[in-house]
């Protein structure tokens, strides 16, 4: 949530760092008002906060289970050393236990059915290791919403988890050509590892533009390989929400400019395909209304993304109260509190 709707009483939910890495409050600890007075003189924008009631609320869209044990084989692959990364025997490894790993998310993802925008998807993005799990399952809802057939939702998968496996490579190259280097690196390291031919394209043009003007190879339209082109909007949605938590954008603000990059940057179709499938409330969200009330949202509705129903945060005996914006036009969301 934002600093400015923090009160003293909430338990942190994640370590707070400054600009430099050093740690400033750890996680479980209770704000007090003067610890909430310090972090908004350091220029700490957002915060996360423990909030049991929101979490009841989610679904996840796969189990804590196995989020944890694609963490663990992506991290492991991820930080192998080169010679490690380029040893058949030890990359192969971890790659069928990814392979493997993703089949069974794409089962659970299923198994949903039509809530897909009413599932917990994405985590906060910490490091590439949580950027590449939420980019895998930002996509794979995406390519279930669009009914794609068991084989490419696989190669869709394992596609968007390696997307940037590239950057393990070089690491000691400036970062100022690291970023234009990595899809050639993760497309040949991937061709080396025995990957598909649609795994590859993936992770080649991931950064490619609909109107021609991405990298490395400037491709356009549909010469972009469609998988590599839900992975673009995916990559895109995850990285922007992250850098909106150190500046003053809203996830609003996120999903408006994305709809106005449609044909240029991301292809329309699918841009549309996902903002089907990612809540602009997501399940769980704190908000303001314009009665001046605050509640959680309990549901969306993939065709309204600006009426979902929201449970009225009321006292504690009174039975809750839910409004159903679809029902009630004259009221808005005037405000997103906390994610």
């Known amino acids: 949530m934002r600093i400015a709707n923090a009160v003293p009483g909430m338990i942190l939910a994640q370590d707070i760092f400054d600009n430099h890495d050093n740690l400033l409050l750890e996680k479980g600890i209770t704000l007090t008002e003067s610890y909430i007075n310090r972090l908004k003189q350091l220029g700490v924008r957002t915060i996360w906060i423990e909030d049991n009631a929101a979490d009841a609320l989610k679904t996840e869209a796969i189990s804590p289970e196995l989020r944890a044990e694609l963490t663990v084989y992506f ?16 990359r192969s490894m971890y790659l069928r236990e990814i392979a493997i790993a993703t089949d069974t998310a794409i089962t659970q993802i299923e198994h949903h059915g039509e809530q897909l925008i009413n599932l917990n998807i994405r985590q906060p993005n910490s490091d590439e290791i949580s950027h590449a799990l939420n980019v895998c399952l930002l996509s794979l809802v995406t390519g279930i919403y669009l009914k794609l057939p ?11 988890l390696l997307h940037d496996i590239g950057k393990s490579l070089n690491s000691a190259i400036a970062a100022q050509t690291q970023a234009t280097l990595h899809p050639s690196l993760g497309q040949d390291l991937l061709a080396k590892s025995g990957q598909s031919y649609g795994v590859c394209r993936i992770a080649a043009e991931h950064h490619e533009c609909f109107n021609g003007t991405g990298f490395p190879a400037r491709l356009a339209g549909k010469i972009i390989h469609p998988l590599a082109r839900i992975v673009a909007v995916a990559n895109y949605y995850d990285n922007a929400l992250h850098q909106a938590l150190v500046t003053d954008l809203t996830r609003q603000d996120v999903i408006e400019t994305m709809m106005g990059m449609g044909n240029t940057k991301f292809d329309l179709n699918i841009l549309r395909a996902f903002f089907h499938t990612i809540a602009l409330y997501p399940v769980g969200s704190l908000v303001r209304l314009s009665t001046g009330q605050t509640g959680y949202v309990i549901k969306n509705h993939a065709h309204y993304p600006l009426r979902p129903l929201v449970r009225i945060i009321t006292g504690a005996e009174a039975e809750p109260d839910e409004i159903n914006l679809m029902h009630k036009p004259a009221t808005t969301i005037v405000e997103f509190i906390k994610e």
Request: cysteine-free; hydrophobic content about 55%; overall charge positive.
């Open 75 to 90: 991290q492991a692959l991820y930080t192998l050393k080169v010679n490690s990364l380029l040893a058949v025997n030890l």
């Open 150 to 160: 068991r084989p490419l939702l696989r190669e869709l998968a394992m596609g968007a």
